[in-house]
C-alpha cells in the first residue's frame, strides 16, 4: 500500500520516475491504474451514495404521507385504497390500480402506473418500461418497509453506485489511455526515443494519474467547472510529452 501511494505521488511530482515506469511491464502498469480507480471509485461512491441517500430518504418519506399499502403476492399486486388511486402533480403522475380500469399513462409526460400484473414507467413521451411482476412473491409496502429503506438507503445504494462508477472509469480510462497513446509516439518520434507498446502504455497509464485525481475531486465536491474536460486533456497531454522527453536516454 505504501508502494502505490508512493508511485501516485511520484506519478504526479517527479517527470523521472516515467524513466521507470518506461521499463514496469503491462501487467504492473494494468494493477496500478486498477488500484486507482478503485481508490477514486470507492470515495466517490460514499459520496454519491450519501446524496442519493438524502434523496431515497425524502421519497420514502413522500410515500408515507401520500400512498396507500401496496402489497404483491405471487405477482399480483393489490391496493388498500379506493382505485383508480391517482397522484398528478404538474406532468407526473402516480396512478395505483389493480382493477383494470386505467391500462397507460396518455395524459402524462411522465409517470408510474401500477397495475395487477406490472409496473409502467413512463420516463418520456417516447420511454416507456414495463417491469412484470412475476417474479414478485411477497411484498408488503407500508410504513414499516419505507423505514426500513430509510434506514439502510446507504447500504443499498453504495455497493450499485460504486460497481458501476469503478466500470465505468476502468473502460473510460483504459480508452484514453488507448487513444492519447498516439500522443506519446507523436512524442517519442519528435524526440528519438524509442518505446515498445508495453512501454506507451505503461507511461499512458501512470501519466493519467493527475488528471484523474484532479476529475475525482471536482466530482466529490459537485463542481461543474466550464470546459474542464479540456483542462484535463491539457494536463494530460503535458504529462505524456513531459514523460517522453524524460525517458530519453543522455
Known amino acids: 500500500m505504501k508502494t502505490f501511494f508512493g508511485e501516485i505521488w511520484k506519478a504526479i511530482s517527479d517527470f523521472k520516475f516515467y524513466k521507470v515506469v518506461k521499463n514496469f511491464s503491462a501487467g504492473k502498469a494494468f494493477k496500478y491504474i486498477l488500484s486507482l480507480i478503485l481508490l477514486v471509485s470507492l470515495i466517490l461512491s460514499i459520496r454519491y451514495s450519501f446524496v442519493l441517500g438524502a434523496g431515497l430518504n425524502v421519497a420514502m418519506d413522500w410515500m408515507k404521507e401520500n400512498l396507500p399499502v401496496i402489497e404483491v403476492q405471487n405477482g399480483v399486486a393489490s391496493v388498500n385504497a379506493e382505485q383508480p388511486f391517482k397522484i398528478a402533480e404538474q406532468d407526473f403522475a402516480v396512478i395505483l390500480d389493480t382493477t383494470g380500469k386505467t391500462a397507460s399513462l396518455d395524459g402524462y409526460a ?126 494530460y497531454i503535458t504529462y505524456l510529452i513531459v514523460a517522453v522527453i524524460n525517458c530519453k536516454e543522455t
Open 110 to 235: 411522465k409517470g408510474v402506473l401500477l397495475m395487477k400484473d406490472k409496473v409502467i414507467y413512463k420516463e418520456s413521451e417516447v420511454k416507456t418500461e414495463i417491469y412484470s411482476l412475476a417474479d414478485v412473491k411477497s411484498l408488503r409496502i407500508d410504513e414499516n418497509f419505507m423505514n426500513g429503506i430509510k434506514k439502510n438507503a446507504i447500504w443499498i445504494i453504495f455497493p450499485f453506485m460504486l460497481l458501476g462508477i469503478y466500470i465505468y472509469m476502468i473502460l473510460a480510462r483504459l480508452l484514453q489511455t488507448v487513444i492519447f497513446s498516439l500522443i506519446t509516439v507523436f512524442a517519442a518520434a519528435i524526440n528519438k526515443v524509442q518505446l515498445a507498446y508495453s512501454q506507451i502504455f505503461a507511461i499512458g497509464i501512470y501519466a493519467v494519474t493527475l488528471s484523474t485525481l484532479l476529475g475525482a475531486m471536482a466530482a466529490l465536491f459537485l463542481k461543474e467547472i466550464p470546459g474542464m474536460g479540456w483542462i484535463y486533456a491539457a494536463i
